[in-house]
């Protein structure tokens, strides 16, 4: 079992930053997909970024560029730094651990544990 422990989320204003924070325990391990999703009120969970072990990093369209996926293996820690948030990028954000495979994926389905999501709302 991972344990994901999500913080770091909040209220910010159009153009701020937030970083959000997972810390991963239990049966950890560095070779494992590290991914963050976002769900917004009436919508689906989507893909948001994601990190190998190696610090190969994946980005949807919407946040390259202004979001940056990070992860100190030795901390169990993986890291979203989110810079120039627009009010569209409101929404309860997901840490996830794929263990089973270590490429990414851009679908929740290929997450096997989540954390219990961080709210992140964007005031325009």
């Known amino acids: 079992q991972v344990q994901l422990v999500e913080s770091g989320g909040g209220l910010v204003q159009a153009g701020g930053s937030l970083r959000l924070s997972c810390a991963a325990s239990g049966r950890t391990s560095s070779s494992y997909v590290m991914g963050w999703f976002r769900q917004a009120p009436g919508k689906e969970r989507e893909f948001v970024a994601a990190?190998?072990?190696?610090?190969?990093?994946y980005y949807t369209d919407s946040v390259k560029g202004r979001f940056t996926v990070s992860r100190d293996n030795a901390k169990n820690t993986v890291y979203l730094q989110m810079n120039s948030l627009k009010a569209e990028d409101t929404a309860v954000y997901y840490c996830?651990?794929?263990?089973?495979?270590?490429?990414?994926?851009?679908?929740?389905?290929?997450?096997?544990?989540w954390g219990q999501g961080t709210q992140v709302t964007v005031s325009s």
């Open positions: 990190s190998t072990w190696r610090s190969i990093t």
């Open positions: 996830a651990a794929r263990t089973a495979f270590d490429y990414i994926s851009y679908s929740a389905r290929a997450y096997n544990y």
